[in-house]
């Protein structure tokens, strides 16, 4: 199993930026996938889950109203459209996947992807 996140880069407060993680190596209609971020001296959080198969979302408080997850299935990709950006979205921006909500939600994660690193300047 491979989750492939990309989509980082450098952009000013307010801006906008779109993340895509690429699944590849299973059938992932089954799984949730969560984004996380880790920012520096910071323990890692999660941002939010989609579930695969129905769509349904979770967003933490933070980024609520800013961030939206979505998938496409024939691309076997999700998606974290990230608007509003704030210095403190800084961070290293990891996808994952899960086999439960709860799972998802506490970070007990089946597989990880490499990170991608987002910088909000002020």
């Known amino acids: 199993v491979q989750l492939q996140a990309s989509g980082g880069g450098l952009v000013q407060a307010g801006g906008s930026l779109r993340l895509s993680c690429a699944a590849s190596g299973r059938t992932f209609r089954d799984v949730f996938m969560g984004w996380f971020r880790q920012a520096p001296g910071k323990e890692r959080e999660l941002v939010g889950i989609?579930?695969?198969?129905?769509?349904?979302?979770y967003y933490a408080d933070s980024v609520k109203g800013r961030f939206t997850i979505s998938r496409d299935n024939a691309k076997n990709t999700v998606y974290l459209q990230m608007n509003s950006l704030k210095p403190e979205d800084t961070a290293v921006y990891y996808c994952?996947?899960?086999?439960?909500?709860?799972?998802?939600?506490?970070?007990?994660?089946?597989?990880w992807g490499k990170g991608t690193q987002v910088t909000v300047s002020s």
């Open positions: 994952a996947s899960a086999s439960t909500y709860a799972a998802a939600l506490m970070g007990t994660v089946d597989y």
């Open positions: 989609i579930s695969w198969g129905a769509g349904t979302t």
